[in-house]
Antibody, heavy 119, light 110 residues
Framework: EVQLVESGGGLVKPGGSLRLSCAASGFAFSGYSMNWVRQAPGKGLQWVSSITSDSFAKYYTDSVKGRFSISRDNAKNSLYLQMNSLRAEDTAVYYC????????????WGPGTLVTVSS | QSVLTQPPSASGTPGQRVTISCSGSSSNIGRKAVSWYQQLPGTAPKLLIYNNNQRPSGVPDRFSGSKSGTSASLAISGLQSEDESDYYCSTWDDSLNGQVFGGGTKLTVL
């Protein structure tokens, strides 16, 4: 059974940093691209970042470029999102999602972790 | 303002067929495969349709997808009360070099 479990969320002050983790199991993690998608309270889904299976390519939505960094450790079946210079508008539930079934189709999702940026 | 445009709401009665549209451009839907997601309140999204019209294992065949030009549609036939949910379309955008989502459509089963 595929499982994705995010951790690392919490309350942080504006300008602060957080590192999110996503632990994967039940599939060949090292063979697939992975993504972070967020959802602000009461709002729709927003893709944040993705990384290819070999970490060769990394992509970011414009609003987080230069502040967030995606990485992965295939030996540990883990995905990460380093978030720096956090802003109030980064407040959201952050989901990790896999692309196993097809490119750009996010087939498995974790339950999400809440990040709240507030003073 | 979402790159992909969906109607904010849709509705139908049990047993009806409902369609939800998703409009994009030549840099996204016009050249890339579309996926659809269902999100029940308080839960993570679930993949319903990928590659425009393919259903993952376990998704009922009441759900179907189609694409024409720069638009895509999700159809739900034999509407059931448990279909009441938010639905999102998504694809890759070559100009933005990133995944884009529609703003979401809230489906109400009357």
């Amino acid at each position: 059974e595929v499982q994705l479990v995010e951790s690392g969320g919490g309350l942080v002050k504006p300008g602060g940093s957080l590192r999110l983790s996503c632990a994967a199991s039940g599939f060949a993690f090292s063979g697939y691209s992975m993504n972070w998608v967020r959802q602000a309270p009461g709002k729709g889904l927003q893709w944040v970042s993705s990384i290819t299976s070999d970490s060769f390519a990394k992509y970011y939505t414009d609003s987080v470029k230069g502040r967030f960094s995606i990485s992965r450790d295939n030996a540990k079946n883990s995905l990460y999102l380093q978030m720096n210079s956090l802003r109030a508008e980064d407040t959201a539930v952050y989901y990790c999602a896999s692309e196993v079934i097809s490119n750009s189709a996010l087939d498995f999702w974790g339950p999400g972790t809440l990040v709240t940026v507030s003073s | 303002q979402s790159v992909l445009t969906q109607p904010p709401s849709a509705s139908g009665t049990p047993g009806q067929r409902v369609t939800i549209s998703c409009s994009g451009s030549s840099s996204n839907i016009g050249r890339k495969a579309v996926s659809w997601y269902q999100q029940l309140p308080g839960t993570a999204p679930k993949l319903l349709i990928y590659n425009n019209n393919q259903r993952p294992s376990g998704v009922p065949d009441r759900f179907s997808g189609s694409k024409s030009g720069t638009s895509a549609s999700l159809a739900i036939s034999g509407l059931q009360s448990e279909d009441e949910s938010d639905y999102y379309c998504s694809t890759w955008d070559d100009s933005l070099n990133g995944q884009v989502f529609g703003g979401g459509t809230k489906l109400t089963v009357l």
